[in-house]
């Protein structure tokens, strides 16, 4: 019988590069999404097929937050990731051979702003507003679920890096034209992952099959946002950069439709628990990361 593993939501960035990946290793790969090609959200019956017999289910739905947060946007955000979330937990309580393993996608913006300290699964202290209230929703609504034949792994990702998209393509252009400069104080902490070890992350979870709960999902090196554009400067041989003040950013973010939540918030996370369990970094600094991302010949 084949390998199998079910990717909801596996249409974007972090899904397609999973995707590539697990069929590189001889799996049979099902997509869970809304477009027409893949398994479809509304048919039930075949998702529970899909889940049948897998390996692992790994959940990435949700609508992107790089939006206005207005009243529509708002429930769509939190919808599209409650929703999904207990929709999938409601199939596996329904399969007789269900995958064990659950690895649910969760944010790292569940945690404070913090420019004092980093913040661990353990002693990492929640934060307030609306991008957190849903992080919360998520979480609960994922855990809500008591299943006996599957571990549950809530992945608190950080920003996500990648040639293939991703945050990396508004970044280089923002160097590009001049602008590569700090947004905001340059203070606010970084804390980023390389998407080949979300995918070696996922894997380790998948071997050490004792492992369970909340884990971080970032690299052991985040910078400030200064020491990010600085790097990124350099590798691309960009020596100017004009920086981006608060009041230029909010300007920004009106017109370009989005919230200046996602460069300001100061996310400093660490992958305490990952590194305490012995899992290896391939990309652990971020000159490692972005080396491969920039020089390497497709990117």
């Known amino acids: 019988m084949n390998k199998k593993v079910v990717i909801a939501g596996g249409t974007g960035f972090i899904g397609r590069y999973l995707e590539e990946r697990f069929i590189e290793l001889g799996y049979e790969v099902i997509i869970i999404s809304r477009q027409p090609q893949h398994f479809s959200w509304t048919d039930h019956t075949r998702i ?8 692992m289910l790994i959940n990435l739905a949700g609508k992107s937050v790089n939006c206005r947060y207005n009243a529509k946007n708002r429930k769509e955000i939190l919808q599209s990731r409650t929703e999904t979330t207990e929709l999938l937990g409601r199939a596996l309580l329904n399969c007789k051979n269900p995958p064990p393993l659950w690895i649910n996608s969760s944010t790292a913006t569940i945690y404070r702003h913090a420019e004092d300290r980093p913040m661990t699964e353990e002693k990492g202290e929640i934060g307030t507003g609306f991008s957190v209230d849903v992080a919360k929703a998520w979480e609960k609504s994922f855990f809500s679920f008591q299943l006996p034949q599957t571990r549950q792994v809530a992945l608190r990702m950080t920003i996500v890096l990648g040639k293939e998209g991703g945050v990396m393509e508004p970044y280089r ?14 203070n606010q902490m970084f804390s980023w992952v390389h998407i080949e070890d979300v995918f070696r992350m996922i894997r380790f979870l998948q071997k050490n099959k004792e492992l369970s709960g909340i884990f971080n999902c970032s690299a052991p090196d985040p910078v400030t946002n200064r020491a990010f554009m600085t790097q990124l400067r350099k590798i691309m041989n960009q020596k100017i950069g004009f920086s981006s003040p608060k009041w230029m950013l909010e300007m920004g973010a009106v017109f370009m439709r989005t919230e200046t939540e996602l460069v300001l918030k100061s996310r400093w996370v660490v992958p305490e628990r990952l590194e305490k369990e012995g899992f290896q970094f391939m990309f652990d600094t971020i000159e490692k990361a972005l080396q491969q991302i920039l020089k390497s010949p497709s990117g």
């Open 48 to 55: 529970a097929a899909a889940l049948e017999g897998a390996e």
């Open 173 to 186: 252009n923002l160097v590009k034209f001049g602008l590569g400069g700090v947004q905001g104080s340059g």
